[in-house]
């Protein structure tokens, strides 16, 4: 995919740095028969990638410099963990949301019968400021 996108008519490199990247590439996956052509890749990428302006168009689960730490590259497996770290945590905010509704309702449903005592104790304090005055005024 590198190649294909960096190389223009009659197969020539769009600029010298990624000619040597592509050489590079080639004598790695010459040198190096058992290393995935994506390690051959991110190895490469990662040495050329702060001297040229090439960016990394990948598919699937390839380079991502973002997730790099203390210059290690990302591997399939690496990126594998920190998708599923995400699924986790996603999990985890969805029932943290369900239960939070489920609060939310639970409060309502307590907040309308405080409004209904609250509405019958005005009721009876009504009723017996009346009887308390009707009483007060027979004596």
Same mark, same amino acid.
């Given at each position: 995919?590198?190649?294909?996108?960096?190389? %223009? %008519? $009659?197969?020539?490199?769009?600029?010298?740095?990624?000619?040597?990247?592509?050489?590079?590439?080639?004598?790695?996956?010459?040198?190096?028969?058992?290393?995935? =052509?994506?390690?051959?890749?991110?190895?490469?990428?990662?040495?050329?990638?702060?001297?040229?302006?090439?960016?990394?168009?990948?598919?699937?689960?390839?380079?991502?410099?973002? $997730?790099?730490? %203390?210059?290690?590259?990302?591997?399939?497996?690496?990126?594998?963990?920190?998708?599923?770290?995400?699924?986790?945590?996603?999990?985890?905010?969805?029932?943290?949301?369900?239960?939070?509704?489920? =609060?939310?309702?639970?409060?309502?449903?307590?907040?309308?019968?405080?409004?209904?005592? $609250?509405?019958?104790?005005? $009721?009876?304090?009504?009723?017996?400021?009346?009887?308390?005055?009707?009483?007060?005024?027979?004596?």
């Amino acid at each position: 995919m590198f190649k294909a996108t960096y190389t %223009k %008519k $009659k197969d020539k490199p769009t600029d010298p740095t990624v000619a040597n990247a592509m050489r590079r590439m080639d004598e790695l996956i010459t040198n190096q028969p058992n290393a995935s =052509e994506n390690e051959v890749f991110n190895q490469v990428i990662s040495e050329v990638s702060p001297e040229a302006h090439v960016s990394t168009l990948t598919y699937g689960l390839g380079i991502n410099q973002s $997730k790099r730490k %203390k210059g290690k590259r990302s591997s399939h497996l690496g990126t594998l963990k920190i998708l599923e770290d995400e699924r986790i945590q996603r999990q985890a905010a969805s029932e943290k949301i369900t239960h939070l509704q489920t =609060e939310l309702t639970e409060l309502k449903s307590q907040l309308q019968t405080m409004e209904e005592m $609250k509405s019958q104790f005005a $009721k009876l304090k009504s009723i017996f400021e009346h009887q308390f005055s009707n009483s007060n005024a027979s004596s």
